[in-house]
């Protein structure tokens, strides 16, 4: 019901936007958030946005450089990536919760297939 895309690879510095595309039913009234995870490592949190859209919160090691929004009408959330680096490659994936607190936490009610983002040095 969540689909990522706008992965690829790219060179260090340079930025990529991320789509979340929702069907099968409106996500209005969850919040969103982006995740990734890392070969080896743990899916972690990277950005979320209130249901509304009135509030978002970036993990530290994004903060500045990622910006997430949301468009109602498109049922669609975005991830943009600005000034990127090899750490930030791994696969993304989109989410949606109804609670704020678990979506920080990485626990979502729904989620989909993930997209590949690789920055080479």
């Known amino acids: 019901q969540l689909q990522a895309s706008g992965g690829g690879l790219v060179q260090a510095g340079g930025s990529l936007r991320l789509s979340c595309a929702a069907s099968?039913?409106?996500?209005?009234?969850?919040?969103m958030g982006w995740f990734r995870q890392a070969p080896g490592k743990e899916r972690e949190f990277v950005a979320g946005?209130?249901?509304?859209?009135?509030?978002?919160y970036y993990a530290d090691s994004v903060k500045g450089r990622f910006t997430i929004s949301r468009d109602g009408r498109k049922n669609t959330v975005y991830l943009q990536m600005i000034n990127l680096n090899p750490e930030d490659t791994g696969v993304y994936y989109c989410?949606?919760?109804?609670?704020?607190?678990?979506?920080?936490?990485?626990?979502?009610?729904?989620g989909g297939q993930g997209t590949q983002v690789t920055v080479s040095s």
């Open positions: 946005i209130w249901w509304n859209g009135s509030g978002t």
């Open positions: 989410a949606a919760a109804s609670s704020w607190i678990s979506l920080q936490r990485v626990e979502y009610d729904y």
């Open positions: 099968g039913r409106t996500f209005s009234n969850y919040h």
